[in-house]
């Protein structure tokens, strides 16, 4: 089993900087695609970012490609969330998650989610 514990969000003013970690324990997550996705109020949950197990491979929704950069760290099981310029249209809880296969993560099939941090742009 592996818990995925999300951390960093809160409040951040439009144009700053923000960035979430997804520490992961239990089994070490090094050979899975990581992925962030987000759901605001009233909203679908959707992608967001995902990365290979290497970290040479990302992904991004086009929505925030050029803003956030995800990235992880095998050696310490966390994966982050860098971002920069958020909108206010960024607002939502984010959820890290984890797969086998990235076809998978980006169907939002995945073998983990964590439990969800809110981050909320302030315009």
């Known amino acids: 089993q592996v818990q995925l514990v999300e951390s960093g969000g809160g409040l951040v003013q439009a144009g700053g900087s923000l960035r979430l970690s997804c520490a992961a324990s239990?089994?070490?997550?090094?050979?899975?695609?990581m992925g962030w996705f987000r759901q605001a109020p009233g909203k679908e949950r959707e992608f967001v970012a995902a990365i290979n197990w290497s970290g040479y491979t990302t992904v991004y929704h086009d929505s925030v490609k050029g803003r956030f950069t995800i990235s992880r760290d095998n050696a310490k099981n966390t994966v982050y969330l860098q971002m920069n310029s958020p909108k206010p249209e960024d607002t939502a809880v984010y959820y890290c998650?984890?797969?086998?296969?990235?076809?998978?993560?980006?169907?939002?099939?995945?073998?983990?989610w964590g439990q969800g941090t809110q981050v909320t742009v302030s315009s």
């Open positions: 239990g089994r070490t997550t090094s050979r899975y695609v």
């Open positions: 998650a984890a797969a086998k296969e990235y076809s998978s993560l980006r169907n939002a099939v995945c073998e983990y």
